[in-house]
């Protein structure tokens, strides 16, 4: 993967911590949830170049390989991480929960695949899925 694909991953998780911490103090508008939601869809998109959909019909280790890099496997962990507080939000909790379980999966194949040492992706595994805004993830 070029350096370029790796920094699109990295700015792609800023961003999406970005959408977290818009979730994690007072509950959002329906308005709010809609736009968070649409902003995770998007970043997602652009992560999986247009395969979005199909990742979520795959298995842990499938869409691993289909999104290559351990970045962009960390990336796509995190979109679903922030989906489940967006899901959580709106009152959704036990999609939330299912969407953390996804999230903590990928995590591991993130984790499998890196080279080195990620701490925002051992902390998505240690606290099954949820994101630690106040260390770099919720």
Known sequence: MSIYQRSVAGT???????????????????????????????????????????????????????????????AYAESLAVEAMISEAAGQTGRAEAMRRQAVAIAREAQRRAAGSDSEVERLIAQGGRLDLAGGSQ
């Open 12 to 74: 792609l998780r800023n961003r999406l911590r970005d959408v977290a911490r818009t979730f994690s103090g007072e509950p959002p508008t329906p308005e709010e949830t809609r736009l968070g939601l649409e902003l995770v869809l998007k970043a997602r998109k652009e992560l999986a170049g247009g395969q979005a959909d199909l990742l979520r019909l795959l298995g842990p280790t499938a869409a691993a390989d289909a999104l290559g890099d351990a970045e962009r496997v960390a």
